[in-house]
């Protein structure tokens, strides 16, 4: 073979690892306030402008370190984890389209297999029109670790799933606070499970604390311990079951104070809602079982000076 034909081929070759090298997903990337988003994100001095820049540059199965800095949205399509322990790092007023047709600072559209794990971030919606703070749209499992969701007047958590067999949801030490249509709605789309745990999560100021609703036909069984819900507009913990699945709603250990309407109410036949070691305080009323839901509660709950203590059949049930 002519010596100029081998040496344009491996030139070829060359220039073709290069551009793969180029395009090759890292395990770990940075984004920073002060980054710039034709980096290469692999070091804290190379790092991205901004986590969506960050997020395309990382392999599926990744870590993202937001380190300090103010943060535009971000779609989120594969296993990821972004961690934000680094220092202040905020996402504000800003959102793309969800599975509720609203607008989310950090929209997760992920596959059915896919781990999403964010850590450390806060999400600020103030003047940011109707937009959401966090919407769960597909993928296996979200957890999110001391984050804050705050003045988004569209909502603050939204879990609203409608592909997969089902969807694993864990929030721990977290803060979803005055976001006007609510704080939390876990609302699965029809045929979509979800499990959602919620440990140390607190939910002030909006239209209500933690919603549970299988309007759409979902499935959901959600677990509140160690949590408050205090000073909505409305309810702190609600249930609603009006679809065809059930709705399970367990809150132990936790606080629902100065509630509009409710500290805690189930409402629909398909509404299964338990109380225990729970203190139901200064709501319109404590604790309320409205059409044809099912309420228990144990005699280890303090229900007590609000206007009206409980509301409906409440079952008493004891503990085993």
């Not at 864990?170 to 249509?181: H, P």
């Amino acid at each position: 073979m002519p010596k100029k034909i081998i040496t344009a081929m491996l030139a070829f070759a060359a220039l073709t690892c290069l551009a793969a090298a180029a395009h090759a997903q890292a395990p770990v990337t940075f984004a920073a306030g002060n980054g710039d988003d034709s980096h290469d994100c692999l070091t804290p001095n190379t790092a991205c402008r901004n986590i969506f820049a960050a997020h395309d540059k990382t392999a599926a199965g990744g870590v993202i370190h937001a380190l300090a800095g103010s943060y535009g949205g971000i779609i989120i399509t594969k296993a990821i984890e972004i961690i934000a322990d680094q220092g202040n790092s905020t996402i504000a007023n800003t959102g793309f389209s969800d599975n509720n047709n609203q607008s989310a600072a950090i929209n997760i559209k992920a596959g059915a297999g896919d781990i999403v794990r964010i850590r450390g971030i806060t999400v600020d919606q103030m003047n940011g029109g109707s937009l959401v703070g966090i919407s769960l749209n597909s993928g296996a499992a979200l957890e999110l670790e001391n984050i804050a969701i705050v003045n988004a007047p569209g909502g603050g958590l939204h879990v609203i799933p409608n592909v997969g067999a089902a969807a694993s949801i864990v929030v721990k030490d977290s803060f979803f606070g005055y976001n006007l249509a609510g704080n939390v709605l876990i609302a699965p789309k029809a045929g979509v499970v979800v499990n959602a745990v919620f440990d140390r999560v607190t939910t002030p100021s909006g239209a209500f604390g933690i919603k549970a609703d299988n309007s759409d036909s979902g499935k959901i069984r959600a677990d509140v311990r160690d949590s408050v819900a205090n000073d909505n507009a409305n309810n702190g913990y609600i249930a609603v079951g009006n679809g065809a699945n059930p709705v399970h709603f367990m809150i132990e250990r936790s606080t629902a104070s100065g509630n509009g309407a409710y500290g805690a109410v189930a409402s629909g036949a398909q509404a299964f809602m338990i109380a225990t070691y729970s203190t139901l305080i200064g709501n319109a009323t404590g604790l309320a079982q409205l059409a044809g839901s099912t309420v228990a509660s144990t005699g280890t709950n303090t229900i007590n000076f609000n206007t009206a203590n409980k509301s409906g059949t409440i079952t008493p049930i004891g503990l085993q």
